[in-house]
């Protein structure tokens, strides 16, 4: 899914004001399900990782599910004792404890879905 190949319905950029990592994305969706994604990184390994679970992840999925997942997944960053919501467990590789303040890295990707996608709220 890496690359960009400008064809998309929706597209977008997300940049970590923290360390400077950004993403740029494309979707493909047909009304309320993802069909495609394609993504381009200038990144730490953890957004770059996160960003490739990510779009494996979209391909088939409804649009306004995924974004009540993303909202629970972002509220790790509130909750010392977290706990990662089931459609997102592969990335419990990516966070730990240890590396709580790098959650923004990882949920960068998933800034960029909430960006393109904000009409569904």
């Known amino acids: 899914n890496v690359g960009l190949k400008n064809k998309y319905t929706h597209k977008s950029f997300a940049k970590n004001s923290l360390c400077g990592d950004h993403i740029k994305m494309e979707f493909i969706a047909d009304k309320s399900i993802i069909k495609s994604i394609r993504y381009e990184t200038e990144s730490c390994i953890l957004c770059e990782a996160s960003a490739s679970l990510f779009s494996e ?16 997944f972002k509220k790790i960053k509130k909750n010392i004792k977290f706990n990662i919501p089931n459609k997102f467990k592969e990335f419990n590789d990516l966070i730990n404890k240890k590396n709580i303040n790098r959650l923004n890295c990882v949920i960068l990707p998933m800034d960029a879905f909430l960006k393109a996608f904000r009409m569904f709220k």
């Not at 979209?58 to 997942?69: D, N, P, R, S």
């Open 57 to 72: 992840k979209l391909k088939g999925t409804k649009i306004k599910v995924l974004i009540k997942e993303i909202e629970k």
